[in-house]
């Protein structure tokens, strides 16, 4: 019997039952599609967290973190700079404080930073990106203040540029400061820091009104190239034996140990809509070998070799996969499309190139929709997904089909 004689007979019994096959269908459908976006969501705040890291801070940076008993100070940073290879050392230098703008009081985070270290902060090559309104010039007596800050929770802004607030401190001194800018809304918070709700004022102010101390909340540390990085990490490690160094492959490792860890829960979550798959084409193919069990007698009788029946069930069963497989795939894509790819973040909000209609328009765009959901998927993933099913409904289906092959001739036509 010709391969197309095997198809057109196992396409009439499958419509024969086409309430079952549908719902086969659908399930492959609907399984297909949790799988993929599971993957993909996985793989897309993966790639969206790694490029902002390498982006902001670049390959180069080293970070030096206060161990559990230790502190660092503004001493720390000048032995930091000593280190060769090291360009610069970026102390981490803030307080929350009670702040009074307008008659509004609200709590905040004050950072003191230059224009460099809120650049850095922001990720952005130029201060103009990071400023919604107001001047990027941040004196003594000047602060720059985080849109969180500025806007309630219900949108109304509160601060304006040219404004003063008066910021207590946490030993109860009351500081007078004249908005210079609002900040732009920054889309991810770095290492414990939410600029959005931060309110940046000089370096040296801060650590003349705020914490005379010079005590540090750690220290970001540049290296010449990527190259002298373990050297780097090496010297801060030995130089400061009782705090933690961290650099970007460290973070990157444990970033992409997260979510591999998550990606992988959540297809094992989506996974078992193949399980249930595999079972429902497992009971189908039973009830096909019972139902048909005459039929096959007869086709033995006119001559079907004993391996034609099996091959049937396995072929139905094949046929019923690859359509949902087509079908799940196409609506995968289709969604997926719909859905922002990692690399539509990548404003200048998220260390991009210059320009601040593109910040903007990134963060309207963020905001204009309840559900963000960065999605990426390979041509590698879509494949292995579009085999799964197939491979799961073939194996369900082996069962049935050799059960059906053992069943003896004489017995098949007795059977009614």
Request: charge should be neutral.
């Given at each position: 019997?010709?391969?197309?004689?095997?198809?057109?007979?196992?396409?009439?019994?499958?419509?024969?039952?086409?309430?079952?096959?549908?719902?086969?269908?659908?399930?492959?459908?609907?399984?297909?599609?949790?799988?993929?976006?599971?993957?993909?969501?996985g793989?897309?705040?993966?790639?969206?967290?790694?490029?902002?890291?390498?982006?902001?801070?670049?390959?180069?940076?080293?970070?030096?973190?206060?161990?559990?008993?230790?502190?660092?100070?503004?001493?720390?940073?000048?032995?930091?700079?000593?280190?060769?290879?090291?360009?610069?050392?970026?102390?981490?230098?803030?307080?929350?404080?009670?702040?009074?703008?307008?008659?509004?009081?609200?709590?905040?985070?004050?950072?003191?930073?230059?224009?460099?270290?809120?650049?850095?902060?922001?990720?952005?090559?130029s201060l103009?990106?990071?400023?919604?309104?107001g001047?990027?010039?941040?004196?003594?007596?000047?602060?720059?203040?985080?849109?969180?800050?500025?806007?309630?929770?219900?949108?109304?802004?509160?601060?304006?540029?040219?404004?003063?607030?008066?910021?207590?401190?946490p030993?109860?001194?009351?500081?007078?400061?004249?908005i210079?800018?609002?900040?732009?809304?920054?889309?991810?918070g770095?290492?414990?820091l939410?600029?959005?709700?931060?309110?940046?004022?000089?370096?040296?102010?801060?650590l003349?009104?705020?914490?005379?101390?010079?005590?540090?909340?750690?220290?970001?540390?540049?290296?010449?190239?990527?190259?002298?990085?373990?050297?780097?990490?090496?010297?801060?490690?030995?130089?400061?034996?009782?705090?933690?160094?961290?650099?970007?492959?460290?973070?990157?490792?444990?970033?992409?140990?997260?979510?591999?860890?998550?990606?992988?829960?959540l297809?094992?979550?989506?996974?078992?809509s193949?399980?249930?798959?595999?079972?429902?084409?497992?009971?189908?193919?039973?009830?096909?070998?019972?139902?048909?069990?005459?039929?096959?007698?007869?086709?033995?009788?006119?001559?079907?070799?004993?391996?034609?029946?099996?091959?049937?069930?396995?072929?139905?069963?094949?046929?019923?996969?690859?359509?949902?497989?087509?079908?799940?795939?196409?609506?995968?894509?289709?969604?997926?499309?719909?859905?922002?790819?990692?690399?539509?973040?990548?404003?200048?909000?998220?260390?991009?190139?210059?320009?601040?209609?593109?910040?903007r328009?990134?963060?309207?765009?963020?905001?204009?929709?309840?559900?963000?959901?960065?999605?990426?998927?390979?041509?590698?993933?879509?494949?292995?997904?579009?085999?799964?099913?197939?491979?799961?409904?073939?194996?369900?289906?082996?069962?049935?089909?050799?059960r059906?092959?053992?069943i003896?001739?004489?017995?098949?036509?007795?059977?009614?």
């Amino acid at each position: 019997m010709r391969i197309t004689d095997y198809f057109k007979l196992t396409w009439s019994a499958a419509w024969e039952r086409r309430g079952r096959t549908i719902g086969a269908i659908v399930g492959i459908v609907i399984a297909i599609v949790a799988l993929g976006l599971a993957i993909g969501m996985g793989q897309g705040y993966k790639t969206l967290t790694t490029s902002f890291f390498e982006r902001v801070f670049g390959t180069n940076t080293v970070f030096l973190f206060p161990g559990q008993n230790s502190q660092l100070t503004i001493t720390s940073v000048y032995e930091v700079m000593n280190i060769p290879h090291v360009t610069n050392a970026i102390p981490i230098l803030s307080t929350v404080a009670r702040v009074d703008i307008n008659g509004h009081e609200v709590t905040a985070t004050i950072i003191g930073a230059t224009e460099q270290e809120i650049m850095q902060l922001y990720g952005v090559t130029s201060l103009n990106n990071a400023i919604m309104t107001g001047t990027p010039i941040l004196t003594p007596g000047l602060a720059f203040v985080g849109y969180d800050v500025a806007f309630t929770s219900a949108g109304q802004q509160i601060a304006y540029p040219g404004q003063v607030m008066v910021i207590t401190t946490p030993g109860g001194s009351e500081l007078t400061y004249t908005i210079g800018a609002i900040m732009q809304q920054s889309g991810i918070g770095v290492i414990g820091l939410n600029p959005n709700n931060a309110i940046f004022i000089d370096e040296n102010t801060f650590l003349s009104q705020f914490d005379p101390s010079g005590i540090v909340g750690g220290i970001i540390v540049y290296v010449d190239s990527p190259n002298n990085i373990n050297y780097v990490t090496n010297e801060l490690k030995a130089l400061f034996p009782m705090d933690q160094v961290l650099n970007l492959s460290t973070l990157l490792s444990s970033i992409n140990q997260f979510f591999t860890v998550l990606e992988l829960f959540l297809a094992f979550i989506a996974g078992i809509s193949f399980v249930i798959i595999g079972i429902w084409m497992f009971d189908t193919m039973m009830i096909n070998v019972i139902q048909r069990t005459r039929e096959f007698g007869i086709m033995r009788a006119v001559g079907f070799s004993g391996r034609s029946i099996p091959l049937l069930l396995i072929i139905e069963a094949a046929i019923i996969a690859i359509i949902g497989s087509v079908i799940g795939i196409a609506l995968l894509m289709a969604i997926v499309s719909a859905f922002p790819s990692p690399s539509s973040f990548m404003g200048p909000a998220f260390g991009g190139g210059p320009g601040r209609a593109t910040t903007r328009a990134a963060t309207a765009a963020t905001s204009s929709s309840s559900i963000v959901l960065p999605i990426m998927l390979t041509p590698l993933d879509f494949a292995a997904i579009f085999i799964l099913p197939i491979a799961i409904n073939i194996i369900a289906a082996l069962v049935p089909a050799i059960r059906a092959m053992r069943i003896p001739p004489a017995q098949t036509l007795r059977y009614e």
